[in-house]
């Protein structure tokens, strides 16, 4: 899927799956603009906003709900982005990947995403939520780079880093920087991300991809279908 510098809005899921065993089968299904990977998946120049996944007993993502339980289902995203006007709910959430197996995911670079991240978790204590990916399992060699996102950057294993940033992680991570929401806001984030401007520009909030706005007299405009 190339997006070519369009932007989706308005995704709405509400939906209630069935499974024999919620536990282990809630990443097996999945809700979001893709709802279940399957095979390579390239999403580029994509982005989304004002939408709003919620879902029981499913892996809920603003762009791939799950991979399933196959090393096949391989997902990789670039120059991709999530609004703060999305809101994603589940058991297991994540803003790019809800769930799934990890094995084939390749990665992801120039992305960001503001999402609400809502998880419930699952009743054994269990809780795999992240603004980028939820309940992953299995990582190979996939690296996420050039990216950041407000919240908790993955929920289950980590993928890895290479200058990317958050304002949350599970645990320190090499190519993963922690800053405050206020630290990637304006100025302040032209010098606390600076190796980000060749693909990114700063706002007077949070930094915007290049490819996606153009500035005229001080005003940010952007691509919407």
């Not at 084939?104 to 990916?133: E, I, P, Q, W």
Request: proline letters at 2%; a neutral charge; one cysteine or more.
């Amino acid at each position: 899927i190339d997006g070519d510098g369009h932007t989706v809005y308005g995704l709405y899921i509400k939906q209630t799956f069935t499974h024999t065993n919620k536990e282990t089968d809630s990443w097996n299904q999945g809700a979001g603009l893709i709802a279940k990977a399957s095979g390579n998946v390239d999403v580029k120049n994509l982005g989304i906003e004002n939408a709003y996944v919620d879902v029981t007993n499913a892996a809920a993502s603003a762009f791939v709900g799950t991979t399933q339980n196959s090393a096949s289902n391989s997902p990789y995203f670039e120059n991709c982005y999530i609004g703060a006007d999305v809101y994603l709910k589940g058991p297991c959430v994540g803003g790019f990947i809800g769930g799934g197996l990890a094995t084939g995911f390749r990665g992801m670079k120039n992305c960001y995403s503001l999402a609400t991240v809502d998880s419930f978790g699952y009743s054994n204590g269990n809780n795999f939520y992240g603004a980028l990916t939820g309940q992953l399992w299995s990582w190979p060699a996939a690296l996420v780079e050039n990216s950041y996102c407000v919240g908790r950057i993955y929920g289950q294993q980590s993928p890895k880093f290479s200058n990317t940033f958050a304002t949350e992680t599970k645990a320190a991570q090499s190519g993963l920087t922690i800053l405050t929401a206020e630290d990637m806001q304006g100025e302040k984030s032209s010098a606390n991300m600076s190796k980000l401007w060749k693909n990114f520009v700063v706002t007077d909030t949070y930094p915007i991809l290049r490819s996606f706005s153009t500035r005229q007299n001080g005003e940010w405009s952007g691509f919407r279908v």
